[in-house]
């Protein structure tokens, strides 16, 4: 069965410093991924998508990036945070196809300070 | 930019009522999809609909395709306890992108 792992589960970190954010999927291969984020008490936003190595498509202009280096990898990354970054991120997979449900991790919790 | 927007934003509820959330598109979509939040959880799908004016139903939930694939509602009836959580809807916009809704956040009131 597939499984997606996502870390780490909560983070505080202070202004200006970076950010990476982890997700990683089990059990197929080839799978769409997203990075949503969704701020207290609001909708989700998507962040990036991917449908291939390397290949990222991004939704919101922001400091915030995005990177596929293996098949089931993706990483969401910040040079310098801002307090406007704060909120859950969630990482999502898909089948490769089209129409198919999006899964998502268990999200990770960030507040910057 | 495309926009999924969902009303109400807040539902409370006596155990029991029902409970409507509906869905707009800005634009067409391919296929509508629901998912639930549990509070502190992440989204867990429950639905997709595809065809112009699908109806399916999931036990005491009925969820709706509109006829011009712009807009989706979902209806709980004799909402209980476990219904409570923030329900989105979301739309299928690209081969591969789909756009969430603003989500409506049930509370159910025993």
């Known amino acids: 069965s597939q499984t997606i792992h996502q870390w780490p589960a909560t983070l505080v970190q202070p202004v200006g410093s970076p950010l990476s954010l982890e997700c990683t999927v089990e059990g197929t291969s080839n799978p769409n991924l997203y990075w949503y984020r969704q701020a207290a008490g609001r909708g989700l936003q998507l962040l990036f998508y991917s449908v291939g190595i390397g290949q990222i498509s991004s939704e919101v202009p922001q400091n915030l990036s995005a990177s596929r280096p293996q098949d089931r990898q993706f990483i969401l990354s910040s040079k310098k945070l801002l307090l406007s970054d704060s909120g859950f991120y969630l990482c999502?997979?898909?089948?490769?196809?089209?129409?198919?449900?999006?899964?998502f991790g268990e999200g990770s919790w960030l507040t910057v300070v | 930019g495309q926009q999924v927007m969902q009303i109400p934003q807040y539902q409370h509820v006596q155990e029991g009522e029902d409970f409507t959330t509906y869905c707009n598109s800005s634009t067409t979509l391919s296929n509508i999809q629901w998912y639930k939040q549990r509070p502190g959880g992440h989204p867990v799908f429950l639905i997709q609909l595809v065809k112009s004016g699908e109806v399916k139903k999931q036990k005491r939930l009925t969820f709706q395709f509109g006829e011009a694939k712009k807009n989706s509602s979902l209806h709980i009836t004799a909402t209980q306890t476990t219904d409570v959580g923030t329900y989105f809807c979301?739309?299928?916009?690209?081969?591969?992108?789909?756009?969430f809704g603003t989500g409506t956040r049930l509370k159910v009131l025993a």
């Open positions: 999502a997979w898909s089948p490769r196809d089209t129409g198919n449900t999006i899964y």
């Open positions: 979301a739309g299928r916009t690209g081969t591969y992108k789909y756009i």
